[in-house]
């Protein structure tokens, strides 16, 4: 019976880790493609190593390395990399929690950061550089897809307002047709707005880890008992 459920938790890891490496190349895939063919700058230098394309690439890399691990160590029954496993699954966990920790005691930390980024890209898509006009379409997609204008409102583009401000024709001399919120406004908006969701899915992820960990400690004791530590 015993010998029985050690079987089915081997295979179970072993399903699920592949099934888990699937996502990862799948994610990691997906990362290569948009940072080929999508070669956009962002709104600010800083802004520009948290795109898209990097943090998607950042957690193909991850998911594909560990569950990789965890399904050679649970096929294998392997000591060393079922520990490897455990170990970076308590990492990556530890991590997720001081994040989520961080960004809830320095709230209004990250805000002024933002605030500044904002406001730094804002006057280069201003300026005469290289590099304004792709500033100017990353502006255009954030308003357009946001539904603001300006950091505060259309006013921090001077004479300057661009067409994104505008949800339909623009004027000129009717300022009340531009869009009126801020884009540091709605983008604190859809924090707040996804707060709760964002909550949940980090104890989920930290659940399936917790999972992950005690299946992998209960294979490693089952095989150092047995003596098949390190059989390949």
């Not at 459920?5 to 799948?26: D, E, I, P, Q, R």
Request: overall charge neutral; charged content about 15%.
């Amino acid at each position: 019976m015993a010998q029985g459920c050690l079987k089915c938790l081997k295979y179970t890891m072993c399903v699920a880790n592949f099934l888990c490496f699937l996502s990862g190349v799948a994610v990691l895939g997906f990362g290569v493609y948009m940072t080929i063919n999508f070669k956009i700058t962002a709104l600010t230098p800083t802004l520009a190593k948290f795109s898209i394309s990097n943090i998607l690439l950042i957690t193909g890399i991850i998911i594909t390395c560990v569950s990789f691990l965890g399904f050679l160590g649970a096929l294998k029954e392997n000591r060393c990399l079922l520990l490897t496993f455990f170990l970076l699954l308590f990492l990556l966990m530890l991590v997720e929690l001081t994040i989520a920790c961080l960004l809830l005691v320095y709230e209004g930390e990250i805000g002024e950061w933002v605030n500044n980024d904002l406001q730094n890209g804002l006057k280069n898509a201003r300026g005469h550089t290289g590099n304004s006009t792709n500033l100017m379409n990353e502006w255009d997609l954030l308003q357009t897809t946001v539904d603001c204008c300006g950091v505060y409102n259309y006013t921090d583009w001077g004479d300057a307002v661009p067409a994104s401000c505008c949800p339909n024709q623009c004027d000129k001399t009717q300022p009340s047709l531009y869009r009126q919120k801020g884009c540091l406004d709605k983008l604190k908006t859809l924090f707040e707005e996804n707060f709760l969701t964002t909550g949940i899915s980090v104890i989920v992820l930290c659940i399936i880890e917790v999972l992950g960990m005690c299946f992998a400690m209960t294979l490693f004791c089952h095989i150092s008992r047995s003596g098949l530590g390190y059989k390949l």
